[in-house]
């Protein structure tokens, strides 16, 4: 059984910075994507992040390039995702995904496990 669990949100002010991580379990994750979404109130889960667990590539939506990182480290089955210089409106719920594919999709549908979620509030 696939499990994915998030941690590190929290309350931040505009301009800190936030490390989430996603300890995942259940299966060997060589052949997935781990992708990181978003969701704020009365609005789409939208794609921020992932990455490939074999060799590391990693993606990043537009909104958030340059601002976040994404990692992992594969002796903790972790994935993290360092988030710098947070604006109001990264205010959301962030989820790990995992999707058994060769490319990160930006399409909810294609990831087959998601986490529980984590807050992530940016004051202004």
């Known amino acids: 059984q696939v499990q994915l669990v998030e941690s590190g949100g929290g309350l931040v002010q505009a301009g800190g910075s936030l490390r989430l991580s996603c300890a995942a379990s259940?299966?060997?994750?060589?052949?997935?994507?781990m992708g990181w979404f978003r969701q704020a109130p009365g609005k789409e889960r939208e794609f921020v992040a992932a990455?490939?667990?074999?060799?590391?590539?990693?993606y990043y939506s537009d909104s958030v390039k340059g601002r976040f990182t994404n990692s992992r480290d594969g002796a903790k089955n972790t994935v993290y995702l360092q988030m710098n210089s947070l604006k109001p409106e990264d205010t959301a719920v962030y989820y790990c995904?995992?999707?058994?594919?060769?490319?990160?999709?930006?399409?909810?549908?294609?990831?087959?496990?998601w986490g529980q979620g984590t807050q992530v509030t940016v004051s202004s």
């Open positions: 995904a995992a999707a058994r594919r060769v490319y990160a999709s930006v399409i909810t549908s294609s990831y087959d496990y």
């Open positions: 259940g299966r060997t994750f060589s052949s997935y994507v």
């Open positions: 990455i490939r667990w074999s060799d590391v590539i990693t």
